[in-house]
């Protein structure tokens, strides 16, 4: 069972003073919970010190997955279930096989992938998500502190960082 989460919310106006902000905030010790935009920023993840993405590997290994599934599928079939001689060739030619399994790669990748990141980004269709501030998807930014991780900091310091930064707001939240 999770407990209650509390934050505290900093709620900038403009991209430019959001990212010096974070560059602020992180360098005051202040473990920054989440970011939330209304469009990309770019720049935003590199100040945040995000973790290139393994999302291209878990692609390859899809693919792969994809490639070898219709090369054995369409092999046992030519071959083994329901052999054809078409056109004097070979039951077993792979010429032939090559837009199937293109194909096939390119539609496992994708809906591995599009599973994987449904999964780390913890989007379940029965969730809810949390919502820090509606104003997040109209012209605001919202930066997210959790109270637990900055346990160690007082809430006035962490409050007064993101005033100085350039905050027009700073609000509390809590989730049950």
Do not use: C
Request: net charge negative.
């Amino acid at each position: 069972m999770e407990r209650d989460k509390n934050f505290i919310l900093g709620i900038f106006d403009d991209e430019d003073i959001l990212k010096n902000a974070v560059r602020e905030v992180r360098a005051a010790g202040i473990k920054i919970h989440e970011v939330f935009s209304p469009y990309p920023v770019h720049g935003l993840e590199d100040e945040l010190g995000y973790k290139k993405s393994r999302l291209p590997v878990a692609a390859f290994l899809f693919g792969l997955l994809g490639t070898t599934l219709a090369l054995t599928m369409q092999f046992y079939m030519m071959k083994f279930d329901w052999p054809m001689i078409i056109g004097g060739k070979d039951h077993a030619a792979f010429p032939d096989f090559i837009p199937v399994t293109f194909e096939l790669t390119v539609l496992v990748a994708a809906f591995g992938m599009v599973g994987v990141f449904m999964i780390s980004s913890n989007l379940k269709p029965w969730g809810q998500p949390k919502i820090f501030d509606l104003r997040s998807t109209d012209d605001k930014h919202v930066m997210a502190i959790d109270i637990a991780n900055n346990a160690a900091v007082d809430l006035e310091i962490i409050k007064g960082a993101l005033k100085n930064s350039g905050a027009s707001e700073v609000n509390s939240k809590s989730f049950d």
